[in-house]
């Protein structure tokens, strides 16, 4: 179910953006269109909306992008806090197994290994190797 209430409330978070950056734009276009035609009674009606409908609009925009920003740090940060303990047993098989898929894939480069979830696979991808957890564990 939380991931229900996410969604709702991204929803209601970009809807609301929307009707904020329309919003924003009409009042500035007829803003424009005032100080255009140099028709004073309506670029002063319509000034102080649009100038606080903008000012809302990038505070928003703005919030929303150091708080995406924030968050991607504090999950980086969290990762590698808690990064679990491998058994030592684990390791060695791992590196065995890896030395085994880099010889029989030729792989001349240093390589780093890693454990692909449920997968009986082996493969090279750039700088690393991941080897399938059945695969490790039936091996």
Known sequence: MPNRSRFIWFKLFIWSQMVLLISTLTLGTVYNAGLATNNVQLASLIEYPAFESATLFLNLVLTFAVLVVFIRVLIIVRSKISKPQIDLEL?????????????????????????????????????????????????
């Open 91 to 139: 390791r060695q098989r791992l590196f065995n197994v890896g030395t085994q898929v880099k010889s029989v894939m030729k792989i001349d480069r240093p390589v780093r290994f890693f454990v692909g979830i449920r997968s009986y696979n082996a493969l090279a991808r750039k700088n690393r190797v991941v080897i399938g957890e059945r695969l490790l564990r039936d091996s």
